[in-house]
């Protein structure tokens, strides 16, 4: 299984950036996905997921409303769009799949695998 990151980069502040996830190895119609986000010198943080029993997205409050996670099952891919970027967004960002997580992903921690991670900077 390989989870492959991409779309990063640097944005101006009030800026967009659109995430992909490709996912090598398995279905994702069967997997919860998710996004998570490392800053230098914090902990990794969940941004967003989906679930695959009904497909509902849940967010982090610091992203609601500024960002989308989406899944294209028929592609097995996963993305982030993130609009109204801060500075505070700056982080590694990191995509993620669980086949034990049905039902609820929100702030879950039975993630199966990773993908290596997307660079995102947010600076004037």
């Known amino acids: 299984v390989q989870l492959q990151a991409s779309g990063g980069g640097l944005v101006q502040p009030g800026g967009s950036l659109r995430l992909s996830c490709v996912v090598s190895?398995?279905?994702?119609?069967?997997?919860?996905v998710g996004w998570f986000r490392q800053a230098p010198g914090k902990k990794r943080e969940w941004v967003s997921c989906i679930t695959p029993f009904d497909n509902s997205a849940d967010y982090a409050g610091s992203v609601t409303g500024r960002f989308t996670i989406s899944k294209d099952n028929a592609k097995n891919i996963v993305s982030l769009q993130m609009n109204s970027l801060k500075p505070e967004d700056t982080a590694t960002y990191y995509c993620?799949?669980?086949?034990?997580?049905?039902?609820?992903?929100?702030?879950?921690?039975?993630?199966?695998?990773w993908g290596q991670g997307t660079q995102v900077t947010v600076s004037s």
């Open positions: 993620a799949a669980s086949v034990e997580l049905q039902y609820l992903c929100a702030g879950q921690d039975m993630w199966d695998y």
């Open positions: 190895g398995l279905t994702l119609d069967g997997y919860a």
